[in-house]
């Protein structure tokens, strides 16, 4: 018996990997987050499996229902939204589950942070611009650790991707201020991948205003980054003519001849 934690992605159905469907089409108990896995996802399970919604669960229910399948020897596919990796339970569950002797897995999925960039049609890194990128949260009713604090972050000038943030969007901003000029680029995409999805570009002196006007308060990306708005960038060396890897030589005459 194993419990399956699957990524279902960040909203689209079709966003699960081929994986986590096979795994949800087969598992005889599907525990999934009800307020957030679109019911496509979990429509995929087979007749006879025992579908539950963990959204008005605490975790001790979650950890009966996995033990309850344990002793039946049943396999659960536990159904989250997004990546398993970023802002989940999955430390809080494993660790009791190991604790009681049950197996588990995890299997990835799309993130968030990732079908925001792909809504954009942004690559979140531009060769000697920007070759990182911070995923973090602003301090609110959950703290963040204090070296943590989005002022520190900022003095990177990575590409910040800001989860669970956007009802502190005046907070964001008022602190990334500090660090940025108020036409640094912002872009705010809600529900990424939804069908109501919704993009918002602007900067850190308008967001707040834009925001609040659209009336956006929770499930959206606060993505902070100078290559927003870049289209002047050196192309990368992987494809270029007069570059060697393990794949290909330089073709140094073909670019001497342009």
Same mark, same amino acid.
């Given at each position: 018996?194993?419990?399956y ?9 079709d ?61 659960? /596919? ?23 002797g049950?197996?588990? &897995? ?10 925001? /960039? ?29 070296k943590?604090?989005? &002022? ?31 036409n ?6 809600? &529900? ?25 308060? /929770? ?23 007069e570059?060697?890897?393990g ?12």
């Open positions: 018996m194993t419990v934690f699957i990524g279902a992605g960040p909203g689209d159905p966003l699960i990997t081929v994986k986590g469907a096979r795994l949800v089409e087969a598992c005889p108990v599907v525990l999934y987050t009800g307020s957030l896995v679109p019911k496509e996802v979990v429509a995929r399970a087979r007749e006879d499996a025992l579908v539950l919604s963990s959204e008005d669960m605490d975790l001790d229910e979650i950890i009966a229902v996995c033990e309850n399948a344990h002793q039946q020897g049943q396999d659960v /596919a536990r159904v989250q939204t997004g990546d398993l990796s970023i802002y989940s339970s999955l430390a809080e569950t494993t660790r009791r589950l190991d604790v009681l049950i197996d588990w &897995k995890v299997v990835p999925g799309v993130s968030s942070f990732q079908a925001s /960039a792909a809504a954009l049609g942004q690559e979140l890194t531009l060769p000697e611009q920007c070759q990182t990128i911070i995923l973090s949260r602003a301090s609110g009713r959950t703290p963040v650790p204090e943590e604090n989005l &002022k520190s972050l900022a003095a990177h000038e990575a590409t910040l991707c800001l989860f669970l943030s956007a009802s502190l969007i005046r907070k964001v901003a008022r602190e990334l201020k500090d660090v940025y000029p108020g640094w680029p912002v872009a705010v995409v809600e &529900k990424a991948s939804h069908p109501e999805q919704r993009i918002i570009r602007g900067t850190l002196d308008t967001i707040v205003e834009q925001v609040e006007s659209a009336g956006i308060r /929770a499930t959206a990306m606060i993505i902070v980054s100078k290559v927003l708005n870049q289209d002047e960038f050196n192309d990368s060396r992987l494809y270029a003519a570059f060697t890897h794949f290909r030589k330089a073709r140094v005459a073909e670019v001497s001849d342009v």
